[in-house]
């Protein structure tokens, strides 16, 4: 029988007589436990027309199609004529295991007429009768919170297409145990539990026959993402954002410090005491440049891990890495270079005030700037690089991969070599 909106509409489905059968669990008695895991992603289709050809399929005897139709209709509406429907055509088929879940499913809701209810039963004893006790038995995790446990049917047509089971363990003395009936032929257990590795399990079943199947997952030397990415941008981009403010700070402060002394507003009159004062600002708002960089350049890092996709993360911290190197050279240079140019204005002896303030104002400008990018450039290059090492690193630690990392000197500086 199949369920219409309007009521019961008679097929050519012949339900067998009412036996005590084998008693083979079911893969979940709980009718709120969802709908088979689509493996096709969403159908879009006008709901009425897609009722309508699993109905048509049904009739020209296309049962698997029209179960396919109909648990998608389930899935994408939740109504339970739809689940029984759905029974119906995996019954025709000959898919007796989702049969057996679906009426389970469908027998625990609340409402069902004497006569359904009545036809249902009669339809899942048959469906027992055709079904071989599998036992399936988790060791080692002291907890499944979290977990998930399925069974799919490995098939041997492409045509014959099966959605996985769920399966709910419960604990035992020692082990996470579940009984279910499943089709004589050959399936696969599959389970993920937060932080150990996942198992997948081939295994045969045969008539006549108890199988007992054993899933031992190990502990996941690979972290999962929440546990390490998430608290790597937190970190890299709060506290980068936190140094690049303190940096604008001082490169600001010390900016306007530097202004007052060459103007003269701040200059007690002594020349030699107002260059001394003057280096000090400059490397101080070297020092503040270089903070905004690091800040800058360390958000960038931490930004980067919250790209989901794996490869072009990688890509681009191995990017960030080589170009906060080459940055990092550029700085030091830099910073050399302006120093130079700003140690040079001061004259020998011990001019007076206007005199050297007229030097600076026409060539130490130059100078200073260049010191300042310097200083911002070292730490841009120093941001981008250690965060972007650091992130390497750390996805090279979770994948449970051996990191190899070499320093060599050469005429030009350091290389850094690894494999990530």
């Given at each position: 029988m199949l369920h219409t909106s309007a009521g019961m509409l008679s097929t050519f489905l012949l339900i067998g007589a009412v036996g005590p059968g084998e008693t083979a669990g079911s893969a979940t008695a709980d009718p709120a436990a969802g709908a088979p895991e689509a493996s096709d992603g969403a159908v879009r289709g006008d709901r009425k027309q897609r009722e309508e050809q699993a109905f048509r399929l049904y009739q020209a005897g296309r049962f698997a199609e029209a179960a396919l139709e109909f648990e998608a209709l389930w899935r994408d509406f939740a109504e339970v004529r739809y689940l029984y429907n759905a029974a119906s055509s995996r019954f025709t088929v000959g898919h007796y295991a989702h049969a057996t879940d679906y009426l389970t499913r469908y027998l625990g809701t609340a409402g069902l007429s004497a006569s359904d209810r009545s036809d249902a039963a009669g339809q899942l004893a048959e469906a027992k009768r055709h079904?071989?006790?599998?036992?399936?038995?988790?060791e080692g995790p002291p907890s499944l919170a979290g977990a998930t446990l399925t069974v799919e049917h490995v098939a041997d047509l492409a045509s014959d297409l099966?959605?996985?089971?769920?399966?709910?363990?419960?604990?035992?003395?020692?082990?996470?145990t579940a009984a279910i009936g499943l089709d004589p032929g050959t399936w696969e257990a599959h389970l993920e539990v937060p932080g150990y590795a996942p198992v997948h399990t081939e295994f045969a079943v045969q008539s006549g026959q108890k199988i007992d199947v054993v899933l031992r997952p190990e502990r996941s030397a690979r972290a999962p993402a929440s546990e390490w990415r998430r608290p790597f941008a937190l970190g890299f981009g709060i506290g980068g954002a936190v140094v690049a403010a303190a940096g604008i700070g001082i490169?600001?402060?010390?900016?306007?410090?530097?202004?007052?002394l060459v103007d003269g507003t701040k200059c007690s009159g002594n020349a030699a005491g107002c260059v001394d004062t003057l280096s000090s600002t400059l490397n101080g708002r070297a020092w503040g440049a270089g903070l905004l960089g690091l800040g800058v350049g360390a958000a960038i890092g931490g930004a980067t891990a919250v790209m989901p996709n794996d490869r072009r993360r990688r890509l681009f911290w191995i990017t960030e890495a080589s170009t906060g190197t080459v940055l990092t050279l550029v700085g030091i240079v830099s910073l050399a270079?302006?120093?130079?140019?700003?140690?040079g204005l001061v004259p020998p002896g011990d001019p007076d005030l206007a005199q050297w303030s007229s030097l600076y104002t026409a060539d130490g400008r130059r100078g200073a700037t260049i010191h300042t990018t310097g200083g911002a450039l070292l730490g841009l290059g120093v941001g981008l690089a250690g965060s972007a090492l650091t992130g390497l690193l750390l996805t090279r630690h979770a994948a449970g991969a051996t990191k190899k990392v070499s320093v060599s000197p050469?005429?030009?500086?350091?290389?850094?070599?690894?494999?990530?």
């Open positions: 079904l071989v006790s599998v036992q399936l038995r988790v099966r959605p996985p089971l769920r399966v709910s363990p419960t604990l035992t003395q020692d082990a996470w490169t600001a402060g010390e900016s306007a410090r530097s202004g007052q270079v302006g120093s130079k140019t700003a140690n050469t005429l030009g500086g350091l290389v850094l070599s690894g494999h990530f």
